[in-house]
């Protein structure tokens, strides 16, 4: 097997989610497939029909403070009065045959990888959550006959009505 080019650990440290979609900001993927930012927007910018919304879109200004707040790594964009692109996964892909560079299609091939492996671990979570839930509403059940019991306990015992007078016992 090949040595990779850039460990998948830090490719998943790129991905951000934002708008509800996991991406990665053209900063990072710059970085990834070995070329400068500008030269990768210039890619976008001259092949816009590739990157609909679903594989690109531009960051707002309150969503780039977010993110610089959030990632260290990010400081950079703090005072650049540029607005960032977040690629998601096909959106990284696509961009990589832009580009054409040995580099970046070897990389392009990590950052799916990347995108997987999280799905995965996504599943993996809800799968655990359901486990647990199906978990609670069984032992709710048996605790609510355990908690009946203790209910019934903690009641005052009901006094035995006595007969006045005397008794022939």
């Known amino acids: 097997m090949p040595k990779e080019i850039v460990p998948i650990e830090r490719i998943e440290k790129r991905i951000l989610v934002i708008r509800n979609q996991k991406v990665i ?4 993927l710059a970085a990834l497939y070995g070329v400068s930012t500008k030269r990768l927007n ?9 990157f609909p919304e679903d594989f690109m879109f531009q960051l707002t200004r309150k969503e780039k403070q977010r993110v610089v707040a959030k990632c260290d790594h990010l400081h950079v964009l703090k005072y650049s009065p540029a607005l960032p692109y977040a690629f998601t996964e096909h ?3 696509m961009l990589a ?23 995965e671990a996504l599943a993996t979570h809800k799968d655990i959550m359901h486990k647990i ?24 015992p009901v006094p035995r009505k006595r007969k006045i007078g005397f008794s022939k016992d």
């Open 91 to 93: 959106g990284a892909v």
């Open 25 to 28: 900001l053209d900063k990072d």
């Open 97 to 119: 045959s832009v580009l054409n560079s040995p580099i970046a299609v070897q990389t392009s091939i990590l950052v799916v990888r990347a995108f997987i492996k999280l799905r």
């Open 42 to 50: 210039e890619q976008v910018k001259r092949n816009m029909k590739r």
């Open 133 to 156: 839930d199906e978990l609670e509403k069984k032992y709710d059940e048996q605790f609510r006959v355990v908690f009946e019991a203790i209910r019934q306990l903690m009641e005052p």
